[in-house]
């Protein structure tokens, strides 16, 4: 059944390859900007994430700026190939490296750059510890990257217009990050959520480590009924879809760590889950007995 959905999705959107993005089109002013499932690399300049693209009458907007100045020059030659229009607005949905390294490029060229007041505050701790590992990572790709923070917060709601084209900015709490918001498209009932889905590659429990948050942000972005959702990882899907990937595997963490803190068991009990139902999510392998670690810690913390 999975497959079938997959692949029905897949006829909805035409895309095209740029650079090391597949680009998605979902109407005629929005896209997707797909970039790799794998780790962050010197190739891909840092860049192993989704962003969004939507172009209006007077401008681009543009969701998540890159994980280094390089990818940042890099998405914006995509866009180019899409729109000469500049763009006039950069929104960081989270405080990932990805989501807000690339800004520096942007501002530069005259961008407003927006994220949520707790993402700021994410951005601003970790900066070093993100330049660090991006150095390891991705080498001479990191040349130029200049931490620049949002010179536009929000606390737990933004309205934003731009040639017409009205979006919502939430903050709902802490996520996959702190920060983490999704951007509301009314026009076109579609919801851009960073870091709050993951498609295609299996999430993360982290860096906020609040995975009963994440859920509970995720049940009030499903309120909305988008038809289209632009995760932070991955293809373009529907709520359907991302609701299995992302919702139903924190449910299912939870459950099954609450079974094995039911029964006095450990850590080692919590490494032994049987995730092999979501083992079509690419880096299952690296991730799953990690995300059960972390989540046994919180719970039994918490019990």
């Known amino acids: 059944m999975k497959k079938i959905i997959i ?29 790799e499932l794998s780790q ?17 009458s007077e401008g681009v907007v543009l969701i998540d700026s890159g994980a280094s100045y390089f990818d940042a020059k890099e998405i914006h030659k995509t866009i180019q190939k899409l729109t000469h229009k500049p763009v006039k607005i950069v929104i960081n949905t989270g405080g990932q490296d990805h989501r807000w390294l690339g800004n520096d490029y942007f501002q530069k060229l005259g961008a407003r750059i927006i994220s949520s007041s707790k993402a700021k505050i994410d951005q601003q701790i970790r900066a070093d510890e993100q330049i660090t590992r991006l150095d390891l990572l991705i080498k ?21 217009e731009l040639g017409g084209v009205n979006l919502e900015l ?12 999704v951007i509301w498209m009314p026009s076109t009932e579609l919801m851009f959520t960073g870091d709050i889905v993951f498609n295609d590659r299996m999430l993360g429990i982290g860096p906020a480590k609040d995975f009963q948050s994440w859920i509970n942000v ?7 009924k988008p038809k289209y959702i632009i995760p932070g990882h991955g293809s373009v899907s529907n709520l359907s879809l991302a609701t299995h990937n992302t919702y139903n595997y924190l449910v299912f963490l939870k459950t099954k760590i609450s079974k094995i803190l039911d029964n006095d068991g450990d850590m080692l009990d919590a490494s032994k889950i049987d995730q092999s139902k979501f083992h079509y999510l690419k880096n299952h392998e690296s991730i799953a007995g990690k995300n059960a670690q972390r989540v046994f810690e919180k719970m039994e913390f918490d019990y």
């Open 40 to 56: 962050r690399t010197k190739t891909n300049l840092g860049n192993n994430s989704t962003h969004g693209v939507i172009i209006t």
């Open 218 to 224: 995720f049940e009030k972005m499903a309120i909305f």
């Open 140 to 160: 001479d790709s990191l040349k130029g990257t200049e931490p620049v923070f949002a010179s536009e917060t929000f606390d737990e709601k933004m309205n934003l």
């Open 170 to 181: 939430y903050h709902f709490g802490a996520a996959h990050t702190a920060g983490d918001i």
């Open 7 to 35: 692949l029905a999705l897949l006829y909805l959107f035409s895309s095209l390859t740029y650079a090391s993005f597949e680009v998605q089109k979902i109407t005629d002013n929005v896209y997707a900007l797909v970039g």
